[in-house]
């Protein structure tokens, strides 16, 4: 009896984003999996995939973005068929990890999302997670099984070292997120021999209803400076815009933002056409659709990134030694 040494990688997607998984499969030199995806006249989800996984190292990427809960399903639902399949190990890419923002009670009779849906991946069979500029650092903390938490910053950070001047302001937001801001300061630093400074927006919460907040100043000095706001995530752009008419009126030369997951729901697009703001630079973590594409958007892709991720994992090489140890929080 002669037992198989190798390894076999095969890869798969979703509905959510295709594009994205195509273009991480086409870096790896590979083609993506047969899997059948359908719905029932009931709206529940259905997943059989056509080939044989028995023994695979699987991938299962994913974008969740509207509608999440669908989409989270149908991942779940693909990660259980493969289990059952007998796939050796099930690996969950999720870009954008989906519930990210409920990830503690900031007050009572609060639920914890993000740990929910930690248990959720966990349940369905997934051995390990990967995604892209957590919300907060602590969701890996949810998870019994590995996690790989990625970065795109540096990509982000590579657009903006070509033309910014050596007198810029990385801002933050709000206080949370100075860390961040900290990270790009530093590598543009190092890359232009530059002098730019972290500069956050002072940003309180409504608590009477979701995803409504008011910038009332600018902490630090942006007089004559061209400026970026950078944040992990887009979603209706409300602060973003704010922040920009703050900056401005505060004496910015121009104002730039920076985000990874271009959520962009609701009014976003409205609020980015209409606001000053001079370029908004996102990745392609989830599908931005024909009529939210503007001219101030500009899309740069990790696919590159997710691929080499996944080469290193399969490969049982360090994914922390791709960042240079930065992509932890």
Not at 268 to 282: G, H, M, T
């Amino acid at each position: 009896m002669h037992l198989p040494t190798y390894k076999r990688l095969m890869i798969f997607t979703g509905t959510a984003n295709p594009p994205l998984a195509v273009e991480i499969a086409d870096h790896l030199g590979m083609k993506m999996g047969d899997v059948e995806i359908a719905s029932f006249a009931n709206s529940e989800s259905y997943a059989r995939f056509s080939d044989s996984v028995r023994g695979c190292d699987a991938f299962v990427i994913q974008s969740i973005c509207d509608p999440v809960d669908h989409h989270v399903m149908q991942q779940l639902i693909m990660i259980d068929a493969l289990k059952r399949a007998s796939a050796k190990r099930i690996t969950a890419v999720c870009p954008l990890y989906p519930y990210s923002r409920q990830d503690r009670k900031a007050r009572g009779r609060e639920p914890i999302t993000a740990k929910l849906m930690a248990d959720m991946y966990e349940a369905a069979g997934c051995d390990r997670m990967v995604s892209v500029d957590l919300h907060t650092g602590q969701i890996q903390g949810y998870f019994d099984v590995p996690f790989d938490h990625l970065t795109a910053v540096p990509i982000l950070v590579d657009h903006f070292a070509d033309f910014l001047p050596d007198d810029f302001a990385i801002v933050s937001p709000d206080s949370g997120g100075v860390r961040l801001a900290e990270k790009w300061v530093q590598h543009i630093n190092e890359l232009n021999d530059a002098d730019g400074q972290v500069v956050f927006l002072h940003k309180q919460r409504r608590k009477d209803a979701r995803n409504v907040s008011e910038t009332r100043m600018v902490v630090g000095d942006v007089k004559g400076k061209v400026c970026v706001i950078v944040d992990d995530m887009i979603d209706t752009a409300g602060t973003l815009t704010q922040g920009v008419d703050v900056l401005l009126a505060a004496g910015a030369q121009e104002v730039y933002a920076a985000a990874t997951h271009p959520i962009l729901s609701g009014p976003a697009i409205d609020r980015l056409k209409n606001s000053q703001i001079k370029e908004l630079v996102v990745t392609n973590t989830l599908p931005i659709p024909p009529e939210k594409q503007i001219d101030k958007l500009l899309v740069l892709s990790v696919a590159p990134l997710v691929a080499q991720t996944i080469k290193a994992v399969f490969e049982e090489g360090s994914v922390s030694d791709l960042f240079g140890g930065e992509n932890q929080p």
